[in-house]
């Protein structure tokens, strides 16, 4: 019964994961299509893209190091 619910869970997470990057593409896709200033997104994504990679950029190996391990957190399959 708990590994039902933890299968049901890791599933649950795992769709809205899918959902998550999903958006996240449409916004980028929207601002670069519409500019800045999507109006229904107030929320400056490439920026935020540009900003994260700047700042994993700073920090040398260990950013090297943390976006090798987020690498290997989204190109892992389930079994």
Same mark, same amino acid.
């Given at each position: 019964?708990?590994?039902?619910? @933890?299968?049901? #869970? ?9 959902? *998550?990057?999903?958006? &996240?593409?449409?916004? !980028? ?13 107030? @929320?400056?994504? #490439? ?9 994993? *950029?700073?920090?040398? &190996?260990?950013?090297? !190091? ?14």
């Amino acid at each position: 019964m708990a590994t039902d619910m @933890v299968t049901t #869970i890791r599933s649950w997470v795992n769709e809205l994961t899918k959902v *998550g990057i999903s958006l &996240l593409a449409l916004t !980028v896709v929207l601002q670069i299509a519409f500019g800045q200033a999507v109006p229904f997104m107030p @929320v400056d994504v #490439i920026g935020n893209i540009t900003a994260l990679v700047a700042t994993l *950029g700073s920090q040398g &190996l260990v950013g090297l !190091v943390a976006l090798g391990v987020l690498y290997a957190i989204f190109q892992k399959k389930d079994a």
